[in-house]
C-alpha cells in the first residue's frame, strides 16, 4: 500500500473551499537549537486540530448513506466530523471513552452531533462504533487507519512545502499514525519523518520494533489524542517504508512543551498537541548543527483550567 502525491494534491483541491490553509511561523533559531525551526500551525484548523482534513477528505470522496456517518474519537477526530458533517448537512454519531476530556466533548456536541460515552479507551469507543455501523448502516469514519482519512491528513505537508522554508526534517505526534501516513508519504524520499510518542502510548514504535502491529498498553497524559491501542496494517505498512524513526517522549516533557508554548508564544496546546515539540525540547530528538527542523503543532483541545495547572 501506497500513497501518491497525486493523490494528496487530489483530495486538497477537494477540501480546500472547507479546510484553513494554517499558517507556518518560521524562526531561525528556537528551542535551544541552533537552526531554523518551522512550525506548522495546525491546531488553527478548524474543529481545533489537523483532523478536520481527513475527515472532509473521507465524506467528499465517497457516498454518504441515510443513515448518516459514525466514528470513534479520543476527541479530535470526533469533532473534526461533527464540524464537516454540519458544514455538509450530515447526521453524525460520535462515541468516545470516558477519558475524553469535557473540553473535547463539548466541542464535537457545539457542532450539531450525537455523542455516546463510553468505555474506559478508545479501543471501547470503536468497538461500539463498530456495533452501530452495523446495526443502522452509516458509514464509519475511522480517524487513522482509512485511505481516505491518511490522504485528507497528507494535504498539511503539500501546504507546509508550498508556504514554508526547505525541510530537512519533521517532527510529527503519533496517535493511530493517519497524519504521519499522510504527511510522510508526501515528503517521502525527500525529507526526513521522525515520529514522536508518548513513552506510555508507543503504537507505531512497537509496531516498527516487532515488525507488525501489535497491541500495547496506554498510560499516558496524551492518551485521549495519543492513545491508539495498536496501529493496524494499514498504517505500519506505510510507516514502516516512510517513516526514518520514532522518538519517544515523557509525560513531564510533554507537560514542559505546553507550558513552553504558552509562556512563549501564548499558544494553548493539548498535550498532544505538544508532544512533538517535547521531542525536540527534551532532546528525544537531537538535530545536527544547522539542521532545518519542522514540528506541526497539531491540536489545541484543552482545557483551560488544566492547562492553568501544568503553566503555573
Not at 14 to 26: D, E, K, M, S, Y
Not at 55 to 71: D, K, R, T, Y
Not at 186 to 195: I, N
Request: glycine share 10%.
Amino acid at each position: 500500500m501506497t500513497i501518491t502525491r497525486a493523490e494528496i494534491e487530489a483530495a486538497h483541491a477537494r477540501i480546500a473551499p472547507h479546510v484553513r490553509r494554517t499558517p507556518v511561523l518560521h524562526q531561525s533559531k528556537a528551542f535551544g537549537h541552533d537552526g531554523p525551526v518551522s512550525l506548522k500551525l495546525e491546531f488553527l484548523q478548524h474543529a481545533g486540530s489537523f483532523k478536520t482534513r481527513g475527515a472532509f477528505n473521507a465524506l467528499l470522496s465517497q457516498e454518504v448513506p441515510s443513515a448518516g456517518v459514525a466514528a470513534a474519537s479520543g476527541g479530535n477526530h470526533g469533532a473534526a466530523v461533527a464540524y464537516a458533517a454540519s458544514q455538509l448537512g450530515v447526521k453524525a454519531r460520535i462515541f468516545v471513552p470516558e477519558i475524553s476530556s469535557p473540553a473535547k466533548i463539548a466541542v464535537i456536541r457545539s457542532h450539531g452531533a450525537e455523542v455516546v460515552i463510553g468505555g474506559a479507551r478508545y479501543a471501547d469507543a470503536q468497538e461500539a462504533c463498530d456495533r452501530y455501523v452495523a446495526e443502522s448502516g452509516a458509514l464509519r469514519i475511522h480517524p487513522f487507519a482509512a485511505e481516505s482519512t491518511m490522504i485528507g491528513q497528507g494535504t498539511a505537508a503539500l501546504e507546509w512545502e508550498q508556504d514554508g522554508p526547505a525541510l530537512d526534517t519533521v517532527l510529527i505526534a503519533v496517535g493511530g499514525g493517519g497524519l504521519i501516513s499522510g504527511v510522510a508519504s508526501w515528503w517521502a524520499g525527500r525529507v526526513k519523518v521522525v515520529g514522536v510518542e508518548p513513552e506510555g502510548s508507543r503504537a507505531l514504535h512497537a509496531a516498527l520494533e516487532a515488525r507488525g502491529p501489535v497491541d500495547v498498553e496506554i498510560d499516558s497524559v496524551a492518551a485521549d489524542s495519543l492513545g491508539a491501542k495498536n496501529t493496524g496494517d494499514l498504517v505500519y505498512e506505510i510507516c514502516r517504508q516512510t517513516v526514518d524513526h520514532v522518538a519517544l517522549v515523557t509525560d513531564a516533557a510533554i507537560r514542559d512543551a505546553q507550558r513552553t508554548l504558552w509562556r512563549d508564544y501564548r499558544i494553548a496546546s493539548e498535550p498532544g498537541g505538544a508532544a512533538a515539540l517535547a521531542a525536540l525540547i527534551s532532546g528525544a530528538y537531537t538535530p545536527r548543527a544547522g539542521e532545518r527542523v519542522g514540528v506541526l503543532l497539531c491540536g489545541a483541545n484543552v482545557e483551560l483550567a488544566r492547562l492553568a495547572e501544568v503553566a503555573s
